[in-house]
T-cell receptor, first 112, second 112 residues
Framework: DAKTTQPPSMDCAEGRAANLPCNHS???????VYWYRQIHSQGPQYIIH???NNETNEMASLIITEDRKSSTLILPHATLRDTAVYYC?????????????FGGGTRLMVKP | DSGVTQTPKHLITATGQRVTLRCSPR?????VYWYQQSLDQGLQFLIQ???????AKGNILERFSAQQFPDLHSELNLSSLELGDSALYFC???????????FGSGTRLTVV
């Protein structure tokens, strides 16, 4: 799996957009970008994933650069409940479902 | 409720003892993964089972073992417990061909 680099921490004001960057310069053509988050001591929660097109769901938007070497997770209107550690993971999905490898992630603090 | 059920939620035991953690995956999910998260540490992959068979091993100690039963629930057995085994233990499951993983709420193990 390709290595990812994320800032260790970020702050965001409540109600503003939170933009979380992730660098994955060694990503290969068949690897997807996944985002998960872990709210304090809870199990990680799937947010969104994508291959090369931008993706949006009810939780967030994922913007992947054209060269696919970096991506940004956007929480459009951050709330206090979005305070969590956000993990960017790059991997090839498989039918057998290989394990996820979690790095350090970005600790997002949403402030009132 | 994520659909992945872990029991018990909390467990306190003494050093040298043995415990069993249980995980029931989401309905229809064939793969089960176990992760360990020590205090302020990242998520460490332990082991994966797919449809009853061991599929991948991570940093799992020899004192630890797991299995997946015909009804697809899984158990993680931890023996000769040490203080350093105190951690959150998460189980995750996934469907074949689906890209996301669903995590349970975890078991918090405290070894005293």
């Amino acid at each position: 799996d390709a290595k990812t680099t994320q800032p260790p921490s970020m702050d965001c004001a409540e109600g503003r957009a939170a933009n979380l960057p992730c660098n994955h310069s060694t990503i290969s053509g068949n690897e997807y970008v996944y985002w998960y988050r872990q709210i304090h001591s809870q199990g990680p929660q799937y947010i969104i994933h994508g291959l090369k097109n931008n993706e949006t769901n009810e939780m967030a938007s994922l913007i992947i650069t054209e060269d696919r070497k970096s991506s940004t997770l956007i929480l459009p209107h951050a709330t206090l409940r979005d305070t969590a550690v956000y993990y960017c993971i790059v991997r090839v999905p498989s039918n057998a479902g290989n394990m996820l490898t979690f790095g350090g992630g970005t600790r997002l603090m949403v402030k009132p | 409720d994520s659909g992945v059920t872990q029991t018990p939620k909390h467990l306190i035991t003494a050093t040298g003892q043995r415990v069993t953690l249980r995980c029931s995956p989401r309905s229809g999910d064939l793969s089960v993964y176990w992760y360990q998260q020590s205090l302020d540490q990242g998520l460490q992959f332990l082991i994966q089972y797919y449809n009853g068979e061991e599929r991948a091993k991570g940093n799992i100690l020899e004192r630890f073992s797991a299995q997946q039963f015909p009804d697809l629930h899984s158990e993680l057995n931890l023996s000769s417990l040490e203080l350093g085994d105190s951690a959150l233990y998460f189980c995750a499951s996934t469907k074949t061909g689906w890209n996301g993983y669903t995590f349970g709420s975890g078991t918090r193990l405290t070894v005293v």
